[in-house]
């Protein structure tokens, strides 16, 4: 068996038909689209067809979506812009389960001045809404939840929350870097002011993405520079990127009910035969809320670095907690928000599948686990043998 890639909320591959159509921009039409000539204006045209493609998936107009370099760039556009355009406010409200991208933004904002609040979750990874109205006053410049956890796959109530936000007039942004392509989204009856997007997460280019702002948003630009992006996002375009996500948009449009039924399968095949196989493990966050690729496994009283180290030599891919965080030796923050014991935080495992795993890869790794897990049991000094 050569490579079984379960990792694919860390990134994903590009789909063929995707890198298809980012091939010519590179040595063939590669063009300035700002400049005036006939071969520059065919640029341009392709950056309006993604932005199409883009407002196509996520149900907004073309106008709405500004491109950007990546979901980072998105969170951080959006969270300073925001607050640059409501200087007299200074407290920021979000939640302790958010990806570096929101909460090192957020936490570096309180040497400058800024409250920020981190919600709380429960122990299935929940908000507590009636926590979040409390917290909702005149001087919150803006809410930023994320659409779905990138390590538990568990999903907020996103349109509920920007309902209760926007309509005491407080800008509301989520990180959908997970959701997008994974679940349907649509804007337009929505109340979501700002919306985060990465091409690598949805089988696009890496170093690309959208911010998503809805019309009327009060928003200063955060990349000063040239005109691009109608003087929202100065710098040059990344045309291969910008086509490719665009492509990958309108292919996830295109199937996204088909193939989370097969993703889904795929995964609560392989979750299901771990939890019978495997004593001692427990499943981390909401079972009947979660994105259809993603389960997030605790096995008991072993270390996730030894279980990844094990299955990295049977060639397969997985994840002990989110690829940014794994590095160190913290367990995941969105474990501990979400009070997972010492001993199951260690030995958390995400799996995450995407439309190119098969049912032979699932049985394999079914296969491989028990064993893997048997073994490292042994060794640990946190079992009574
Ligand atoms: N937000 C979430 C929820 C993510 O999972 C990630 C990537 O892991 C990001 C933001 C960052 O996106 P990018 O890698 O495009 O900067």
Known sequence: METVYFDNNATTKVDERVFEQMKPLFCELYGNPSSMHTFGGQIARKISRAREQVAGLLGCEPGEIIFTGGGTESDNAAIKGALAAAPNRRKVITTRVEHPAV?????????????????NVDKKGRLDLGELDEQLDENTALVTVMYANNETGVIFPIEQIAG????????FHTDAVQAVGKIPLNLKQSNIDMLSISGHKLHGPKGVGVLFVHK??????????????????????????IVGLGKACELALNNIKEENEKVKHLRDKLEQAIMKNCPDCRLNGDKDNRLPNTSNIS?????????LL??????????SGSACTSGSLEPSHV????????????????FSLSRYNTEDEVDYVTEKIPPIINRLRELSPFVVK
């Open 216 to 241: 009327g948003t009060r928003l200063s630009p955060y990349m000063l520079g040239g005109h691009q992006e109608a003087g929202r996002r100065a710098g040059t375009e990344n045309v291969p990127g």
């Open 299 to 307: 096995f008991e009283y072993i270390e996730g670095e030894a279980i």
């Open 310 to 319: 094990m299955l990295d030599q049977y060639g397969i891919c997985a994840s």
């Open 103 to 119: 909460l090192a933004v957020c936490r570096d904002l309180e040497n400058h001045g800024y409250t920020i609040v981190e919600l």
């Open 164 to 171: 209760l936000v926007t309509e005491r007039g407080i800008t």
């Open 335 to 350: 474990l501990r928000a979400m009070g997972v014991p010492f001993t199951a935080a260690h030995g958390s495992i995400r």
